[in-house]
């Protein structure tokens, strides 16, 4: 179950992390996932003794060569109850490109406008998941620094 959220949720454990990566000219980032065929959020799982924070500056570098800075609002929830712990989506400026290291199950990050990124979704899925988070981030790209 998603749920839009402004704070992170303090009653069950954040298992997981994903960002929507925004560039300086208002563009967003996702990756292609390999194994899944299909745009995706950059993210998670955290690893034992990892912040969510921790956790989002390594995912981001892995699937996406981008180091994020360091103001980022989460902006939705989703409650896995199979685990009893919450995947959290956060919004986040890009402040620099790296270089992607091999081995990970996303090959390359696609930079695009949100109305293009929401057309695209949209047509790999549906309306659902994902385009749901676009339109949240569209919302909250002005609350960013």
Do not use: C
């Not at 299909?38 to 955290?46: I, M, S």
């Not at 896995?80 to 996303?106: K, N």
């Amino acid at each position: 179950m998603l749920r839009r959220i402004n704070e992170l949720p303090t009653d069950k454990r954040i298992a997981g992390v994903h960002s929507i990566p925004v560039t300086d000219d208002g563009s967003i980032v996702m990756v292609w996932d390999r194994n899944e065929r299909t745009l995706t959020t950059v993210g998670g799982r955290l690893e034992p003794g990892e912040t969510a924070d921790e956790a989002l500056d390594r995912e981001t570098v892995e699937e996406a060569g981008l180091v994020l800075r360091r103001s980022r609002i989460p902006i939705a929830a989703w409650y896995w109850e199979a685990t009893d712990t919450y995947t959290v989506f956060f919004i986040a400026r890009v402040d620099r490109y790296v270089p992607m290291p091999d081995g990970f199950e996303t090959t390359g990050r696609v930079t695009l406008n949100l109305e293009t990124a929401k057309q695209m979704v949209e047509k790999l899925e549906g309306d659902g998941l994902r385009s749901q988070l676009l339109v949240w981030a569209e919302e909250a790209i002005a609350l960013l620094p």
